[in-house]
């Protein structure tokens, strides 16, 4: 039976906490107008994605700190969510709804969003809609659509995820569970973020919950643990890892940020490879 688990979002608009560092909470709720496709965060920012833009913000206060856009020099035109490891910021693109599906991992540095790199999949298995990293490696998946953007003979049951090594060679994949996709509607897999209790948390395009899987023991699906209602209408979902059970997504029509703690999770402190 697949459980339903509750995470509990604190809507605060615009709140900011006052008084020593060590007191500092990080704020519910902002407007980002980049907040459209995606998120990343690390210990003292959120990195809020659109298509062709993204604004780092103090995620204490609320406030712009620097922004990045596309140019002809770096023409990026679908970007979705991504990571900061060790003050890098990556995060997935694809030309979305351009087909053939083409797609890259591009990568900015986190302090001053200078774009630093990319690694181009060029036609690999569908459009790259999201990048973690967790347990060494890297995370993609790759999505497929049945409605603007897709292939006519492929729907959403194609998207797979994939972990790749550290020179991005393809290692493992996996497909996504029926009741998954049915929920993911006309489109698919949009965010995907590791949580502190070892289960992937994955989002659709619009439903306002994440999807809690499992590798599985055998064979090539994802295991379905729970569904949990979360206020970010689907879209991209990041992991705090500074603070373990932090989770933050975005609310796309409103162009806002918001952060949420998963509860019934163990709060044991990990570490980011």
């Given at each position: 039976m697949i459980r339903r688990t509750t995470v509990v979002l604190l809507v605060v608009i615009g709140r900011c906490i006052a008084g020593s560092s060590a007191e500092r909470v990080p704020i519910d709720s902002f407007s980002a107008p980049e907040a459209r496709q995606g998120i990343a965060v690390d210990a003292k920012y959120l990195y809020a994605v659109d298509n062709?833009?993204?604004?780092?913000?103090?995620?204490?206060?609320?406030?712009?700190?620097?922004?990045?856009?596309?140019?002809?020099?770096?023409?990026l035109?679908?970007?979705?969510?991504?990571?900061?490891?060790d003050g890098t910021l990556y995060c997935a693109h694809s030309n979305y709804p351009g087909r053939p599906m083409t797609s890259s991992i591009e990568m900015w540095d986190a302090e001053t969003l200078t774009h630093v790199g990319n690694h181009s999949f060029g036609i690999d298995t569908g459009s790259c809609t999201w990048v973690d990293r967790h347990a060494g490696h890297w995370w993609c998946v790759f999505a497929h659509y049945e409605t603007k953007g897709g292939y006519e003979d492929k729907d959403n049951c194609w998207t797979s995820l994939v972990e790749y090594d550290d020179k991005w060679r393809r290692l493992q994949a996996w497909v996504f569970p029926?009741?998954?996709?049915?929920?993911?509607?006309?489109?698919?897999?949009?965010?995907?973020?590791?949580?502190?209790?070892?289960?992937?948390?994955?989002?659709?395009?619009?439903?306002?919950?994440?999807?809690?899987?499992?590798?599985?023991?055998?064979?090539?699906v994802l295991k379905l643990v729970e569904i949990v209602p979360f206020g970010n209408e689907g879209q991209g979902i990041a992991f705090d890892r500074s603070t373990p059970g932090d989770i933050y997504g975005i609310i796309?029509?409103?162009?806002?940020?918001?952060?949420?703690?998963?509860?019934?999770?163990?709060?044991?402190?990990?570490?980011?490879?």
């Open positions: 062709a833009a993204i604004g780092k913000y103090d995620k204490f206060t609320g406030n712009l700190v620097a922004r990045w856009e596309s140019s002809d020099e770096e023409p035109i679908h970007l979705d969510s991504g990571v900061v490891v029926s009741e998954v996709l049915e929920r993911f509607g006309d489109y698919s897999n949009s965010g995907g973020s590791w949580g502190p209790d070892g289960l992937l948390y994955c989002t659709g395009h619009d439903l306002p919950e994440l999807y809690a899987l499992q590798l599985p023991k055998a064979g090539s796309k029509k409103e162009r806002r940020v918001v952060r949420g703690t998963l509860t019934n999770l163990k709060r044991a402190a990990f570490t980011r490879e």
